[in-house]
């Protein structure tokens, strides 16, 4: 048994569903099918029954999930042992978002825990960079939002959340219990200066060309709202000002929390961090 096919079982059995665990291994579905067949030929019994809805671990299955879980654990450990005596004992995560998120937290508990020799620096950036420097070379990690270009990285969804529109307290707007973007569209709208990656600044303004105060940081966004009402955007359950308050929004997509990774980086401490991440966030 490779690794790999163990990776791919683990998420198929994580998933109970074969569209989903190839969505989450960035990988076309028919040879994730192919890949799990042969690992149940090659172990003589099946692992998943398979319906039309879904798939469901046998017995063995279940098995076979708890082993290799616990295998590729300690082959995350080993990976980044080896690359500790080599002298990569330290990851550089870039972070965009909360810091008060509970997924992350648990996640900083998790690593510590699989890595407790290993340092970790973190870079917090502003808003003007979705990838948190990873595509100049200044963090091997990212923990951040989509959307944004993907060409080049790897990047794994770990949660999806509402987002709403950030107001002042005294708004009319904020009186109500959801709002549509068309109810906002003769209103201010923060923006990001225009060498902002163009996916992720699209998203933020409500799919189209908005008027208002350029910002760069999340204080620099509740300002703008606070001092000249203008509309923010966030996802719902982040920590605000009294003063400020966060109305759901019916038509706008959930802003996606992600990893990523340089593609084709051979760093197994990122990769360790990767699979924590994704525990991490499900729980």
Request: hydrophobic share 45%; with cysteine.
């Amino acid at each position: 048994m490779e690794l790999r096919t163990l990776r791919y079982f683990v998420a198929v059995a994580e998933e109970l569903h074969f569209g989903r665990a190839a969505a989450r291994l960035h990988m076309s579905q028919p040879p994730l099918s192919r890949a799990i067949r042969q690992l149940e030929t090659g172990l003589g019994t099946p692992l998943l029954h398979r319906s039309a809805t879904g798939v469901a671990l046998t017995p063995a299955g279940t098995t076979l999930l708890k082993e290799a879980r616990a295998l590729l654990g300690h082959a995350d450990q080993v990976r980044a042992r080896v690359a500790a005596t080599a002298g990569v004992a330290t990851l550089t995560v870039g972070i965009l978002g909360d810091g008060t998120d509970r997924g992350a937290a648990r996640l900083a508990a998790a690593f510590r825990r699989r890595h407790p020799g290993i340092g970790i620096r973190v870079r917090e950036t502003g808003l003007t960079d979705p990838t948190c420097g990873l595509r100049a070379g200044l963090v091997d990690i990212a923990l951040t939002r989509a959307p944004f270009d993907e060409t080049g990285l790897t990047v794994h969804d770990l949660r999806a959340d509402p987002v709403g529109a950030v107001l002042r307290a005294d708004d009319p707007l904020a009186r109500r219990e959801q709002l549509c973007l068309a109810d906002l569209a003769a209103r201010q709208w923060f923006r990001f200066p225009e060498d902002t990656d163009a996916e992720w600044r699209t998203y933020w303004n409500g799919g189209r060309s908005r008027r208002g105060p350029v910002v760069r940081a999340v204080q620099e966004c509740l300002h703008a709202v606070l001092w000249n009402g203008t509309v923010g955007m966030a996802p719902l359950g982040h920590r605000l000002p009294a003063e400020l308050t966060v109305v759901p929004l019916a038509d706008m997509p959930p802003s996606r929390v992600v990893v990523a990774t340089n593609e084709g980086d051979p760093n197994p401490l990122a990769d360790s961090f990767v699979a924590l991440a994704k525990s991490a966030y499900r729980t």
